[in-house]
């Protein structure tokens, strides 16, 4: 390996690094934009979630439509959802850098004010570590009894109807969805159908895992109305060419097509898999045509990899039981599998294991799959602990 191929390297490998060149999703973009353009027109949209499995593309297909909102001035906020992120936070400071933005014209005056007290009850109400301004005690018991839900409407209600007063639009991006509080998502559910019914374009896109719809459902029984459900899949084999072939192009390099088709074949098409194996075989390519030689001498070094990063990452956060649940999972030897047959697997009844079930969706590692059957929300996880149990 040159250093200088570590230099000239156009992959990029990494949960949310955008490839440098991105494969497929044209179909994404150019409905995103769309729906783009009808916003800034003042068109209310409804809300999309994109749902795929780890490493499809998701966060950095919503970078990509961040920079849409970029060039069409449309305002957006990015939200990841997180153990540790506090949501009523999260989205005040969204609403405060939003009127920041806004020209200070005497007509908005009195639409800033009303979202000015909706952030000023959600926060007192509902967030009282985050109050960064005196409050009397009279107000705190004023506050005291008032409905997260409602409240957290009316601040949607209320920047919803500004940006309408303003000509603008807004769009609010959440990644792992998946990760929300329930009633975080059940408050969200109400704010959107409220903007919605009122036709304010105000918007949001959200990405999470598989059957993220299911959760959300349960949250509110009409969020299906107030959602469209995208699925992002691998890429297609031509999508997965493109995706090997043209940054190294951009590099003045080649493949062989036999290379080509081993990345292929041994990534499955799946985006993340792909930037890794690719970055490993330029590293160790030395001439101007990347051969199936160089593909076959770097295949120990890409699985290395990635079992003692992505897979190992998401592995150690499990406990002893929930890693024999998963081993149960591929002695099933087909995927997805039922919970019965897992619980063969472990000789145990099934009202025994299901809390392990509940913990290993909670945790984002498996997702209840169709007809109640259960897989990885990893692709090649299964593969990944054959390997790991020896
Ligand atoms: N359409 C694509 N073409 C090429 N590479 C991609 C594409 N989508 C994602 N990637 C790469 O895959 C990896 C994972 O992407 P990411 O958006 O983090 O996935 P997810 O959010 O679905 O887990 C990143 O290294 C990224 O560069
Ligand atoms: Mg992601």
Redesign the pocket.
């Known amino acids: 390996m040159s250093e200088n191929n570590i230099f000239t390297n156009p992959y990029?490998?990494?949960?949310?690094?955008?490839?440098k060149?991105?494969?497929?999703?044209e179909k994404e973009i150019e409905a995103v934009s769309v729906m783009f353009e009808a916003l800034k027109r003042g068109i209310s949209q409804r809300s999309v979630i994109y749902y795929?499995l780890?490493?499809?593309?998701?966060?950095?297909?919503l970078n990509e439509f961040e920079n849409i909102c970029d060039q069409k001035a449309i305002y957006y906020q990015h939200i990841e959802i997180t153990d540790s992120l506090r949501f009523i936070p999260a989205i005040t400071t969204a609403a405060n850098r939003f009127l920041r933005n806004l020209s200070s014209k005497e007509k908005l005056k009195n639409y800033i004010n009303k979202v000015l007290d909706a952030i000023k009850t959600l926060t007192i109400s509902f967030s009282p570590g985050d109050v960064t301004f005196q409050i009397t005690a009279e107000e705190k018991e004023m506050y005291y009894s008032t409905d997260y839900e409602q409240t957290f409407t009316e601040l949607f209600e209320s920047l919803g109807s500004i940006a309408k007063e303003a000509c603008q639009s807004i769009c609010f991006f959440i990644d792992e969805i998946q990760y929300m509080r329930k009633e975080d998502i059940s408050a969200l559910i109400c704010a959107l159908h409220r903007v919605s019914q009122k036709g304010y374009p105000l918007m949001l896109i959200g990405?999470g895992l598989p059957k993220v719809f299911q959760f959300i459902g349960n949250a509110r029984t009409y969020a299906e109305r107030i959602f469209r459900y995208e699925e992002?899949d691998s890429?297609t084999d031509d999508e997965a060419r493109d995706?090997i072939v043209v940054p190294a192009e951009e590099e003045g390099k080649k493949y062989e097509p036999a290379a080509v088709d081993e990345i292929i074949r041994e990534t499955g098409s799946y985006?993340?898999f792909?930037?890794e194996f690719c970055y490993q075989v330029w590293n160790n390519a030395d001439g101007d045509t990347i051969t199936l030689k160089d593909v076959k001498g770097s295949e120990k070094q890409y699985i290395e990899t990635l079992d003692n990063g992505f897979f190992m990452v998401r592995f150690e956060r499990c406990t002893d039981r929930e890693k024999n649940f998963m081993y149960a999972m591929v002695d099933c030897g087909e995927l997805p599998c039922t919970i019965s047959n897992v619980a063969k697997n472990m000789q145990k009844q099934v009202t025994q294991i299901s809390p392990i079930r509940a913990q290993l969706i909670n945790k984002g590692l498996i997702y209840a799959a169709k007809y109640g059957e259960i897989d990885f929300t990893v692709p090649k996880f299964d593969e990944f602990l054959i390997r790991k149990r020896g």
């Open positions: 990029n490998p990494g949960a949310g690094s955008s490839p060149y991105l494969a497929g999703r795929g780890r490493g499809v593309g998701k966060t950095v297909l990405a992002i890429l995706a985006p993340y792909i930037q």
